[in-house]
């Protein structure tokens, strides 16, 4: 079992940039793929980053390509996603997320709020 903690969420301002860290507890967090998805009111989830096991690759939602920035540490365990130039539209609940290849195993955060204020 694989427990995800996000942290790092708050309340800032338009043009302001925020850190969110995603630590992960047991022995397989090099293995697994990790992404980053949000959640606005009244939306359906989506992704907003995703990056590979060995952090070689990375991918963006097009709405965030250019100011965001997903990162792994396999040594700590963690994963962040850096936000810059946040918009009001970014407001959201953050949330971790880790599958193994085939997605036979998937783990779920229970999430961070951002408010990006106007």
């Known amino acids: 079992q694989v427990q995800l903690v996000e942290s790092g969420g708050g309340l800032v301002q338009t043009g302001g940039s925020l850190r969110l860290s995603c630590a992960s507890s047991?022995?397989?967090?090099?293995?697994?793929?990790m992404a980053w998805y949000r959640q606005a009111p009244g939306k359906q989830r989506e992704l907003v980053a995703r990056?590979?096991?060995?952090?070689?690759?990375?991918n963006y939602a097009d709405s965030v390509k250019g100011r965001f920035t997903i990162s792994r540490d396999n040594a700590k365990k963690t994963v962040y996603l850096q936000m810059n130039s946040l918009k009001p539209e970014d407001t959201a609940v953050y949330f971790c997320?880790?599958?193994?290849?085939?997605?036979?195993?998937?783990?779920w955060g229970q999430g961070t709020q951002v408010t990006v204020s106007s």
């Open positions: 997320y880790a599958h193994n290849w085939n997605h036979e195993y998937d783990y």
């Open positions: 047991g022995n397989l967090f090099s293995m697994y793929v």
């Open positions: 990056i590979n096991s060995g952090g070689e690759s990375t």
